[in-house]
C-alpha cells in the first residue's frame, strides 16, 4: 500500500496466563500473531466464533488490556508514543449491551457529557450544549435528555452509547457486536444510523460481528479469525463471495440463510478445541474437513492466494508436504 | 395433533393487567415443524410455555384450549400434565447451561428424566443410546459428566437427550441455538431436523432468527405484540408475505437480494414495539404501519385467509 | 429476555421511587416496622415536651409504683417509678432517645468506614484488598460482645466507647457486602465504557460504582441499627456502656434484676421496648431488601 494506513496492527499477540488449582500454570493465546491494515473512512469486520479473540482484539486497541506481543501504530505513530488520554479521544468503542454498558444512575444527557467532563477544559454550558447536538445527531429528541436509561428501549439506549463515544470526535470507532442484543426491527435502524455517522464524520469502523450478512451489507473489508489467529483476511468480495479457506466456507455454509436449504454436509463436525489446549499446527485441523498430514505439524503462513491473505496448507506453496489424508 | 385453539394469556403486574397473548390459535401434526417468529414482547415463549401448562404463577389464561389429541391440557390436572410433560409434549430452552442442574452428573439427570416416567430397566444402556443418538462422541465417559464440563453445544444435545428420552410426540425448542455459535447451531438444527424425521415428532421452533425458522420449518407463524399477524406455508410467508410487519420486518434484514447493494440504507420499521399496558387501540401494529388508515387505528383486524395465508390485516398485501 | 414479562416499555416506565413504594408498602411487615421506627423516632427527637418528668427527677414519696392500672399505682405516674422514685414512662422516652442516637452513629461510623474499606479494596484488588480482608477475617472470627467487651476495657466504660466499640464488630459485614458489590459493578461494560473515556480511579469508586451499590448497603444498614442498639444494650446491661443517671434501655434492665419479682414492670418495659424496636428495624430492613433487591422481585 502506498499510503501509511490509518490503523495498523503487526504481529499482534496476547496470551493469559492462567492459574488452575494443582495443576500449574497455563496460557491461552487469545490473540496469536494477529496482522492486518485498516484505511481511513473504511470498515474492517472481525468475524469468529466465541474464544477467537475478537473481543481481546477489540480490548488490546482500546488500552484496555496490554498486548504481549507485537505493534499497533495509528496514523504511523506507536501506540506507546501516544498518551492514553489522547489515544482514546481518537478511538472509542460501541459496546454489545446496551444494557450493562450504560450507568443506571445517571441520566442521558449525563450519559453523553461524560467523556467531556472527564476531558475538562469545557464550560458547562458548552458540555451541555454539544451534548445536545450529538443527541440529536443520533435520532434522540430533546424530551430524552432527563431519563434513565430504564426507561429507554433497546435501541434508544444504543444510540445513547453511540452518541457517548462520538461526542469526543473518534477517528476510529471500535463497534462490539453492536445490534446483536437488539430486536430484528431495531438493528436496522441503529446500522443506518452507523452508516450515516460513518459518511457524515469520515469515521473508520472496526466492526465485530457473528453475523455474516450484516457484515457483508457494510464492511469493505473481512477478517476471519479462529483461536486467535488470522484465517482469511481480504476484501469483503474475496471473503464472503469467493472464501478459499475451509474455515471461512464452513461458517458461510452453517450462516442461516433462507434462501438456502440447510444443508447437512457443509456443516462443521465436532467443537471448538480448548484454547487453553489448542490443536498442534494449524488451529483450525481438529475440524477441517479437507485436513492433511502436514496440518497436524506445522502452523500454516498467511499467504496471498487469490488477491487475498490466506492461512490454510492447501495453499501453501509447498507441495512436497501436502499429502492428502482422509478427513477425520 | 396439537392444537392451540383462541389461546389468550395476560399476567397480572404492578401496574395492572397486562395481556401477553390474544387470540392465538394454531395446528401442529406430528412429523411437522412450526416455526414461530417474533420480537422481544411478542408472546412466543409465553405461548410455549402455557402449552407446557408451565406459566409463572402471576400469569393467568383468560380464554381458549389447548388440545393434545383431544384431551383440554388447560383442563389436566397437575399429576396428569406431569405424566405429559415427557411422554407426549417435551421442551428445550435458550440457555442449556442454566437448563441442567449443575450438581448432578449428566448421567444421573438423564435417568431421573426416564425414571420420572416409570422407565425402570436398563436405564444406563438407554441413557448411553440417547447420548450416542444426540451425537455425543464416548458417551459412556459423558454419562458421569457435570454439566460445568460440557461446552453449550454439548449441553444442548444433552438437553435434547433429556426432552426426547421419553420418545415424546411434539418438542417445543424455545430459542435452542440462540446462545450457541454458528457452526454448532448449524449443528444443532441438523440434528432437531434428524430427531424430527426418524421419530416422526412435532416441533415447535421458537425464535427471532427468521434465518433460522426458514431453514427449517414448514409452517411460520409471526407474532407481534401477542397476535398471530401471519401464519402459512413457509414459501408463502417468507417470499410473499401478506402482512406488512411480515415484509417490513424481512425486508430490514441485511444481506436480502432486495438490499444486497453494499452499504445501501436498510428499510426500516419506525418506532418500537407497544407498551403492553398501553395497547394501541385497533390494530397493535398501526403506529408502526406505513399502510394504516383510519380503520386500522381504531378497529382491530380480524383474521382472514388469503390463499394458504391467514393474515391479521384490514388491508392485506398483493404478493410481489 | 424473550418472556413475556420482560416487555420493553420504553415511555411509561415508573420513577424508581414509585416502583420502590409500590412493592414497600404491599408489604405488611415493612410498613410496621416504619411504623415502629418512626414512632420511635418521634419519641425520640419530642423527648423533652412529652415525657411528663425529667428522667433524672427523684420523687421522694414514689418507690416503686407500679403502672397506674395495676393496684397501688397513681394516675400521675403511668407506667410507675423505680428503685428511687424515677418516672418510668419519662425514662423509657429518654432512653428512645439514647437506643435511636447510639443505632444512628453505630451504622453512620461503621457505615462510613466499612463502606470505604469495602471501596478500596474491591477496586484496588491485589495485596491492599488482602490487607483489609484478612484484618476483617480477624474481626470476624470474635464474637462481637467479646471484642466490644475488650474495646470498652481498653477505652474504659462510657457510652460513646460502647459506641465505638459495637461499631468495630459491625465493620466488617458493610466491608465484605460492598467489596462484593464493587466487584460485581467494577467488570461491568459502564464501567469500563467510563475508562476509556479517561475516567480515574476516584470517578470510577465515587461517581461510576459507588451508587450503584448502595441499596443492599441500605438495607444492611437498617439492619445495622438493630445489631447496634442490641449490643449497646447488652453492654449497658454488663455495666460497661451508658453509665448512670442516664436512661438507657440495657442499663434499667440491669438496675432492675433485683426487683425482677416484687417489681415485674421495671424489668419488662424496657426489655419491651427493646424487643419492639429492633422488631421495627428488622422487619424494615427485611422490606427495603425485598423493595430495593430487584432479584427478589417478580
Given at each position: 500500500m502506498?499510503?501509511?494506513?490509518?490503523?495498523?496492527?503487526?504481529?499482534?499477540?496476547?496470551?493469559?496466563?492462567?492459574?488452575?488449582?494443582?495443576?500449574?500454570?497455563?496460557?491461552?493465546?487469545?490473540?496469536?500473531?494477529?496482522?492486518?491494515?485498516?484505511?481511513?473512512?473504511?470498515?474492517?469486520?472481525?468475524?469468529?466464533?466465541?474464544?477467537?479473540?475478537k473481543s481481546?482484539?477489540?480490548k488490546?486497541?482500546?488500552?484496555?488490556?496490554?498486548?504481549?506481543?507485537?505493534?499497533?501504530?495509528?496514523?504511523?505513530?506507536r501506540l506507546?508514543?501516544?498518551?492514553?488520554?489522547?489515544?482514546?479521544?481518537?478511538?472509542?468503542?460501541i459496546?454489545?449491551?446496551?444494557?450493562?454498558?450504560?450507568?443506571?444512575?445517571?441520566?442521558?444527557?449525563?450519559?453523553?457529557?461524560?467523556?467531556?467532563?472527564?476531558?475538562?477544559?469545557?464550560?458547562?454550558?458548552?458540555?451541555r450544549?454539544?451534548?445536545k447536538?450529538?443527541?440529536?445527531?443520533?435520532?434522540?429528541?430533546?424530551?430524552?435528555?432527563?431519563?434513565?436509561?430504564?426507561?429507554?428501549s433497546?435501541g434508544?439506549?444504543?444510540?445513547?452509547?453511540?452518541?457517548?463515544?462520538?461526542?469526543?470526535?473518534?477517528?476510529?470507532?471500535?463497534?462490539?457486536?453492536?445490534?446483536?442484543?437488539?430486536?430484528?426491527s431495531?438493528q436496522?435502524?441503529?446500522?443506518?444510523?452507523?452508516?450515516?455517522?460513518?459518511?457524515?464524520?469520515?469515521?473508520?469502523?472496526?466492526?465485530?460481528s457473528?453475523?455474516?450478512?450484516?457484515?457483508?451489507?457494510?464492511?469493505?473489508?473481512?477478517?476471519?479469525?479462529?483461536?486467535?489467529?488470522?484465517?482469511?483476511?481480504?476484501?469483503?468480495?474475496?471473503?464472503?463471495?469467493?472464501p478459499?479457506?475451509?474455515?471461512?466456507?464452513?461458517?458461510?455454509?452453517?450462516?442461516?440463510?433462507?434462501?438456502?436449504?440447510?444443508n447437512?454436509?457443509?456443516?462443521?463436525?465436532?467443537?471448538?478445541?480448548?484454547?487453553?489446549?489448542?490443536?498442534?499446527?494449524?488451529?483450525f485441523?481438529?475440524?477441517?474437513?479437507r485436513?492433511m498430514?502436514?496440518c497436524?505439524?506445522?502452523?500454516?503462513?498467511?499467504?496471498?492466494?487469490?488477491?487475498?491473505?490466506?492461512?490454510?496448507?492447501?495453499?501453501?506453496?509447498?507441495p512436497?508436504?501436502?499429502?492428502r489424508?482422509?478427513?477425520? | 395433533m396439537?392444537?392451540?385453539?383462541?389461546?389468550?394469556?395476560?399476567?397480572e403486574?404492578?401496574?395492572?393487567?397486562?395481556?401477553?397473548?390474544e387470540?392465538?390459535?394454531?395446528?401442529?401434526?406430528?412429523?411437522?415443524?412450526?416455526?414461530?417468529?417474533g420480537?422481544?414482547?411478542s408472546?412466543?415463549?409465553?405461548?410455549?410455555?402455557?402449552?407446557?401448562g408451565?406459566?409463572p404463577?402471576?400469569?393467568r389464561?383468560?380464554?381458549?384450549?389447548?388440545?393434545?389429541?383431544?384431551?383440554?391440557?388447560?383442563?389436566?390436572?397437575?399429576?396428569?400434565?406431569?405424566?405429559?410433560?415427557?411422554e407426549?409434549?417435551?421442551?428445550i430452552?435458550?440457555?442449556?447451561?442454566?437448563s441442567?442442574?449443575?450438581?448432578?452428573?449428566?448421567?444421573?439427570q438423564?435417568?431421573?428424566a426416564?425414571?420420572?416416567?416409570?422407565?425402570?430397566?436398563?436405564?444406563?444402556?438407554?441413557?448411553?443410546?440417547?447420548?450416542?443418538?444426540?451425537g455425543?462422541?464416548?458417551?459412556?465417559?459423558?454419562?458421569?459428566?457435570?454439566?460445568?464440563?460440557?461446552?453449550?453445544?454439548?449441553?444442548?444435545?444433552?438437553?435434547?437427550?433429556?426432552?426426547?428420552?421419553?420418545?415424546?410426540?411434539?418438542?417445543?425448542?424455545?430459542?435452542?441455538t440462540?446462545?450457541?455459535?454458528?457452526?454448532?447451531?448449524?449443528?444443532?438444527?441438523?440434528?432437531?431436523?434428524k430427531?424430527?424425521?426418524?421419530?416422526g415428532?412435532?416441533?415447535?421452533?421458537?425464535?427471532?432468527?427468521?434465518g433460522?425458522?426458514?431453514?427449517?420449518?414448514?409452517?411460520?407463524?409471526?407474532m407481534?405484540?401477542?397476535?398471530?399477524?401471519?401464519?402459512?406455508?413457509?414459501?408463502e410467508?417468507?417470499?410473499?408475505?401478506?402482512h406488512?410487519?411480515?415484509?417490513?420486518?424481512?425486508?430490514?434484514?441485511?444481506?436480502?437480494?432486495?438490499?444486497?447493494?453494499?452499504?445501501?440504507?436498510?428499510?426500516?420499521i419506525?418506532?418500537?414495539?407497544?407498551?403492553?399496558?398501553?395497547?394501541?387501540?385497533?390494530?397493535?401494529?398501526?403506529?408502526?404501519?406505513?399502510?394504516?388508515?383510519?380503520?386500522?387505528?381504531?378497529?382491530?383486524p380480524?383474521k382472514?385467509?388469503?390463499?394458504?395465508?391467514?393474515?391479521?390485516?384490514?388491508?392485506?398485501?398483493?404478493?410481489? | 429476555?424473550?418472556?413475556?414479562?420482560?416487555?420493553?416499555?420504553?415511555?411509561?416506565?415508573?420513577?424508581?421511587?414509585?416502583?420502590?413504594?409500590?412493592?414497600?408498602?404491599?408489604?405488611?411487615?415493612?410498613?410496621?416496622?416504619?411504623?415502629?421506627?418512626?414512632?420511635?423516632?418521634?419519641?425520640?427527637?419530642?423527648?423533652?415536651?412529652?415525657?411528663?418528668?425529667?428522667?433524672?427527677?427523684?420523687?421522694?414519696?414514689?418507690?416503686l409504683?407500679p403502672?397506674f392500672?395495676?393496684?397501688?399505682?397513681?394516675?400521675?405516674?403511668w407506667?410507675?417509678?423505680?428503685?428511687?422514685?424515677?418516672?418510668?414512662?419519662?425514662?423509657?422516652?429518654?432512653?428512645?432517645?439514647v437506643?435511636?442516637?447510639?443505632?444512628?452513629?453505630?451504622?453512620?461510623?461503621?457505615?462510613?468506614?466499612?463502606?470505604?474499606?469495602?471501596l478500596?479494596?474491591?477496586?484496588?484488588?491485589?495485596?491492599?484488598?488482602?490487607?483489609?480482608?484478612?484484618l476483617?477475617d480477624i474481626?470476624?472470627?470474635?464474637?462481637?460482645?467479646?471484642?466490644?467487651?475488650?474495646?470498652?476495657?481498653?477505652?474504659?466504660?462510657?457510652?460513646?466507647n460502647?459506641?465505638?466499640?459495637?461499631?468495630?464488630?459491625?465493620?466488617?459485614?458493610?466491608?465484605?457486602?460492598?467489596?462484593?458489590?464493587?466487584?460485581?459493578?467494577?467488570?461491568?461494560?459502564?464501567?469500563?465504557?467510563?475508562?476509556?473515556?479517561?475516567?480515574?480511579?476516584m470517578?470510577?469508586?465515587?461517581?461510576?460504582?459507588l451508587?450503584?451499590c448502595?441499596?443492599?448497603?441500605?438495607?444492611?444498614?437498617?439492619?445495622?441499627?438493630?445489631?447496634?442498639?442490641?449490643?449497646?444494650?447488652?453492654?449497658?446491661?454488663?455495666?460497661?456502656?451508658?453509665?448512670?443517671?442516664?436512661?438507657?434501655?440495657?442499663t434499667?434492665?440491669?438496675?432492675?434484676?433485683?426487683?425482677?419479682?416484687?417489681?415485674?414492670?421495671?424489668?419488662t418495659?424496657?426489655?419491651?421496648?427493646?424487643?419492639?424496636?429492633?422488631l421495627?428495624?428488622?422487619?424494615?430492613?427485611?422490606?427495603?431488601?425485598?423493595?430495593l433487591?430487584?432479584r427478589?422481585?417478580?
Amino acid at each position: 500500500m502506498s499510503e501509511t494506513p490509518f490503523l495498523e496492527v503487526k504481529n499482534l499477540s496476547k496470551t493469559y496466563e492462567v492459574r488452575r488449582l494443582f495443576r500449574g500454570k497455563a496460557f491461552v493465546r487469545a490473540l496469536d500473531g494477529v496482522s492486518f491494515q485498516l484505511q481511513k473512512g473504511k470498515t474492517l469486520a472481525i468475524v469468529g466464533e466465541s474464544g477467537c479473540g475478537k473481543s481481546t482484539l477489540a480490548k488490546c486497541l482500546m488500552r484496555i488490556e496490554k498486548p504481549t506481543g507485537g505493534e499497533i501504530r495509528l496514523g504511523g505513530r506507536r501506540l506507546e508514543d501516544i498518551p492514553v488520554r489522547e489515544w482514546w479521544r481518537n478511538v472509542q468503542m460501541i459496546f454489545q449491551d446496551p444494557y450493562s454498558s450504560l450507568n443506571p444512575r445517571k441520566k442521558v444527557i449525563d450519559l453523553i457529557a461524560e467523556p467531556l467532563v472527564i476531558a475538562g477544559g469545557f464550560s458547562k454550558n458548552e458540555i451541555r450544549v454539544r451534548a445536545k447536538a450529538m443527541m440529536a445527531k443520533v435520532g434522540l429528541r430533546p424530551e430524552f435528555e432527563e431519563r434513565y436509561p430504564h426507561m429507554l428501549s433497546g435501541g434508544q439506549r444504543q444510540r445513547v452509547g453511540i452518541a457517548r463515544a462520538l461526542i469526543l470526535k473518534p477517528q476510529l470507532l471500535i463497534c462490539d457486536e453492536p445490534v446483536s442484543a437488539l430486536d430484528i426491527s431495531i438493528q436496522a435502524q441503529v446500522l443506518n444510523l452507523l452508516m450515516d455517522l460513518q459518511d457524515e464524520f469520515g469515521l473508520t469502523y472496526l466492526f465485530i460481528s457473528h453475523d455474516l450478512s450484516l457484515v457483508r451489507h457494510i464492511a469493505d473489508d473481512v477478517l476471519v479469525m479462529y483461536l486467535g489467529q488470522v484465517m482469511e483476511l481480504g476484501s469483503r468480495e474475496k471473503v464472503l463471495f469467493d472464501p478459499q479457506h475451509p474455515y471461512t466456507k464452513a461458517l458461510l455454509a452453517s450462516h442461516p440463510d433462507f434462501d438456502k436449504a440447510l444443508n447437512g454436509q457443509l456443516t462443521l463436525e465436532g467443537e471448538l478445541p480448548s484454547p487453553l489446549n489448542p490443536p498442534v499446527g494449524c488451529p483450525f485441523q481438529s475440524r477441517c474437513p479437507r485436513v492433511m498430514a502436514v496440518c497436524r505439524e506445522r502452523r500454516p503462513p498467511l499467504f496471498e492466494v487469490k488477491s487475498r491473505e490466506c492461512a490454510c496448507h492447501l495453499y501453501t506453496p509447498d507441495p512436497s508436504d501436502s499429502a492428502r489424508v482422509s478427513p477425520v | 395433533m396439537l392444537t392451540v385453539e383462541n389461546l389468550s394469556v395476560s399476567f397480572e403486574t404492578r401496574r395492572g393487567r397486562m395481556s401477553v397473548v390474544e387470540d392465538l390459535s394454531f395446528t401442529l401434526e406430528r412429523g411437522r415443524t412450526l416455526g414461530i417468529v417474533g420480537e422481544s414482547g411478542s408472546g412466543k415463549s409465553v405461548t410455549s410455555l402455557a402449552i407446557m401448562g408451565l406459566l409463572p404463577p402471576n400469569a393467568r389464561v383468560t380464554s381458549g384450549h389447548v388440545w393434545l389429541d383431544g384431551q383440554d391440557l388447560l383442563c389436566a390436572s397437575e399429576s396428569e400434565l406431569q405424566r405429559i410433560r415427557g411422554e407426549s409434549l417435551a421442551m428445550i430452552f435458550q440457555d442449556p447451561m442454566t437448563s441442567l442442574n449443575p450438581s448432578f452428573t449428566v448421567g444421573f439427570q438423564l435417568e431421573e428424566a426416564m425414571t420420572a416416567h416409570g422407565v425402570k430397566d436398563d436405564l444406563r444402556a438407554r441413557a448411553v443410546e440417547l447420548l450416542k443418538w444426540v451425537g455425543i462422541p464416548d458417551p459412556e465417559i459423558r454419562l458421569s459428566s457435570y454439566p460445568h464440563q460440557l461446552s453449550g453445544g454439548m449441553a444442548q444435545r444433552v438437553m435434547i437427550a433429556m426432552a426426547i428420552a421419553c420418545s415424546p410426540d411434539f418438542l417445543i425448542a424455545d430459542e435452542p441455538t440462540t446462545a450457541l455459535d454458528v457452526t454448532i447451531q448449524a449443528q444443532i438444527l441438523a440434528l432437531l431436523k434428524k430427531i424430527q424425521k426418524e421419530r416422526g415428532m412435532g416441533l415447535i421452533l421458537i425464535t427471532h432468527d427468521i434465518g433460522v425458522v426458514a431453514q427449517m420449518a414448514d409452517e411460520i407463524l409471526v407474532m407481534y405484540a401477542g397476535h398471530a399477524l401471519e401464519k402459512g406455508p413457509k414459501d408463502e410467508v417468507i417470499y410473499r408475505p401478506r402482512h406488512p410487519y411480515t415484509r417490513a420486518l424481512l425486508a430490514s434484514l441485511p444481506g436480502r437480494q432486495e438490499n444486497a447493494a453494499f452499504r445501501s440504507r436498510l428499510p426500516t420499521i419506525a418506532g418500537v414495539v407497544p407498551d403492553l399496558l398501553k395497547r394501541p387501540t385497533g390494530c397493535q401494529l398501526h403506529p408502526r404501519c406505513e399502510f394504516a388508515d383510519e380503520e386500522c387505528r381504531t378497529k382491530p383486524p380480524e383474521k382472514q385467509k388469503v390463499g394458504e395465508v391467514d393474515v391479521k390485516c384490514h388491508r392485506p398485501l398483493e404478493p410481489q | 429476555m424473550s418472556s413475556g414479562g420482560a416487555v420493553e416499555s420504553p415511555m411509561t416506565a415508573p420513577s424508581s421511587f414509585g416502583e420502590f413504594w409500590f412493592v414497600f408498602s404491599r408489604n405488611r411487615g415493612a410498613v410496621v416496622g416504619l411504623a415502629i421506627v418512626a414512632l420511635f423516632a418521634f419519641l425520640a427527637i419530642a423527648a423533652p415536651w412529652i415525657a411528663p418528668y425529667d428522667p433524672a427527677l427523684i420523687s421522694d414519696g414514689a418507690l416503686l409504683k407500679p403502672p397506674f392500672w395495676s393496684e397501688g399505682g397513681e394516675p400521675g405516674f403511668w407506667l410507675g417509678t423505680d428503685d428511687v422514685g424515677r418516672d418510668l414512662l419519662s425514662r423509657l422516652i429518654y432512653g428512645a432517645r439514647v437506643s435511636m442516637a447510639v443505632g444512628f452513629l453505630v451504622v453512620v461510623v461503621s457505615l462510613a468506614v466499612g463502606t470505604l474499606l469495602g471501596l478500596v479494596g474491591g477496586y484496588a484488588g491485589g495485596w491492599i484488598d488482602a490487607v483489609i480482608m484478612r484484618l476483617m477475617d480477624i474481626l470476624m472470627s470474635l464474637p462481637s460482645i467479646l471484642l466490644a467487651i475488650v474495646v470498652v476495657t481498653v477505652l474504659g466504660q462510657s457510652l460513646v466507647n460502647a459506641i465505638l466499640a459495637v461499631s468495630i464488630t459491625v465493620i466488617p459485614g458493610f466491608v465484605r457486602l460492598v467489596r462484593a458489590q464493587v466487584l460485581v459493578e467494577k467488570s461491568k461494560p459502564y464501567v469500563i465504557a467510563s475508562r476509556t473515556f479517561g475516567a480515574g480511579p476516584m470517578r470510577q469508586i465515587f461517581i461510576n460504582i459507588l451508587p450503584n451499590c448502595m441499596a443492599p448497603v441500605i438495607v444492611q444498614g437498617t439492619l445495622g441499627f438493630s445489631d447496634g442498639i442490641l449490643n449497646v444494650a447488652a453492654l449497658g446491661f454488663l455495666g460497661l456502656g451508658a453509665q448512670p443517671p442516664t436512661a438507657e434501655w440495657g442499663t434499667m434492665l440491669s438496675d432492675a434484676r433485683s426487683f425482677i419479682e416484687s417489681a415485674p414492670w421495671l424489668v419488662t418495659l424496657p426489655g419491651l421496648c427493646i424487643l419492639i424496636l429492633v422488631l421495627g428495624f428488622n422487619l424494615l430492613g427485611d422490606g427495603l431488601r425485598d423493595a430495593l433487591d430487584p432479584r427478589l422481585q417478580k
